[in-house]
C-alpha cells in the first residue's frame, strides 16, 4: 500500500532556509502535496506538484521532486517565526477513488 | 467564496454513543472526503463522497458511515463510539476531478470517555 515518511522535527534560525523532506512508495503517484498545520487548525494546502513535474516556484516556496527515488522536497526561503507549524507531505495516487496520505508531519521550530 | 466549514468545533461523547459530524463544503465543489487525524499522526482517509454516494473508503469500520445532500454538505455519523475514537476530524471538498485543490475545515475535535 502507499506509505509517505517524513523527519518529525526540524528547528531553523529566523532568516535561513529550511527544507523538509519526505518520500513516498506508490511510484504511480498523480499529485504530491505539501499542507501545513498551525496549533489546534485544520491544513492549509501551502502548494501541490504534478508527478510530471521537477520542480515548483512559489514566492518564497520550492518543491523539488524527484521521482526516480520518490523523494519530495520543500524549501521555505527566509524563514519566519510564523513559519513555525507542522508540515504534512501527502500524494494522490492512481486508484480509481480519490484518497490521499499523508505523512506523519515535520514540525518546524522556528529560533529568533 | 465560502470556505470548508465544520461543526461542532469540540465534542465530548461517551463509549458507546453515537455521533454525528456536520461539513459544510467550499464554494463550487461537488466532492467531500473526511479525515481522522489521531494526536501526533497525519490525517487517514476515512470515505469520500460525490453525487451523495460513497466513492471510495479507507481502513475504516461500517460503524464510520456519512451522508452527502443535494447543495453538498455532508455529515460523517460514528456508531458505538470507542475510546480510540477521539481524534480531530477533518473535512475536506474539492471539484472532482481537481483533487490537486483539496481545501480543508478547521476540524472537529472528538472527545470519547
Known amino acids: 500500500g502507499e506509505d509517505v515518511e517524513q523527519s518529525l522535527f526540524l528547528s531553523v534560525r529566523e532568516g535561513d532556509s529550511s527544507v523538509i523532506n519526505c518520500t513516498y512508495t506508490d511510484s504511480s503517484s498523480t499529485y504530491l502535496y505539501w499542507y501545513k498545520q498551525e496549533p489546534g487548525a485544520g491544513l492549509q494546502l501551502l502548494t501541490y506538484i504534478f508527478s510530471n513535474m521537477d520542480m515548483k516556484q512559489d514566492q518564497r516556496l520550492t518543491v523539488l521532486l524527484n521521482k526516480k527515488d520518490k523523494h519530495l522536497s520543500l524549501r521555505i526561503a527566509d524563514t519566519q517565526t510564523g513559519d513555525s507549524a507542522i508540515y504534512f507531505c501527502?500524494?494522490?495516487?492512481?486508484?480509481?477513488?480519490?484518497?490521499?496520505?499523508f505523512g506523519t508531519g515535520t514540525k518546524l521550530q522556528v529560533i529568533p | 467564496e465560502t470556505g470548508v466549514t465544520q461543526s461542532p468545533t469540540h465534542l465530548i461523547k461517551t463509549r458507546g454513543q453515537q455521533v454525528t459530524l456536520r461539513c459544510s463544503s467550499q464554494?463550487?465543489?461537488?466532492?467531500v472526503s473526511w479525515y481522522q487525524q489521531a494526536l501526533g499522526q497525519g490525517p487517514q482517509f476515512i470515505f469520500q463522497y460525490y453525487r451523495e454516494e460513497e466513492n471510495g473508503r479507507g481502513n475504516f469500520p461500517p460503524r464510520f458511515s456519512g451522508l452527502q445532500f443535494p447543495n453538498y454538505s455532508s455529515e460523517l455519523n460514528v456508531n458505538a463510539l470507542e475510546l480510540d475514537d477521539s481524534a480531530l476530524y477533518l473535512c475536506?471538498?474539492?471539484?472532482?476531478?481537481?483533487?490537486?485543490?483539496?481545501?480543508f475545515g478547521p476540524g472537529t475535535r472528538l472527545t470519547v470517555t
Open positions: 501527502a500524494e494522490k495516487g492512481s486508484g480509481g477513488y480519490q484518497k490521499v496520505t
Open positions: 464554494s463550487g465543489h461537488n466532492t
Open positions: 475536506a471538498s474539492h471539484d472532482t476531478g481537481a483533487l490537486y485543490e483539496q481545501y
